[in-house]
């Protein structure tokens, strides 16, 4: 991961300095929704079956 700047020092570095500049945020980025999806398609069968489950007793 490589600095946006030339410098071998902080004195005269202002501003906001982004950490994951060129690095791949955008692959680490789909496997974070990737993940989020597969978690709301596995809770949604959970609660779905969980809800007939209960239904049948009742």
């Known amino acids: 991961m490589e600095a946006p700047f030339d410098a071998t020092s902080w004195d005269g570095i202002t501003g906001a300095i982004y950490a994951g500049y ?6 680490w980025l789909l496997a974070c929704l990737a993940m989020v999806v597969i978690a709301i398609v596995f809770g949604w069968r959970h609660e779905e079956h969980a ?6 007793k009742g």
């Open 22 to 27: 060129g690095s791949v945020e955008g692959l």
């Open 51 to 56: 809800y007939k489950a209960t239904k049948k």
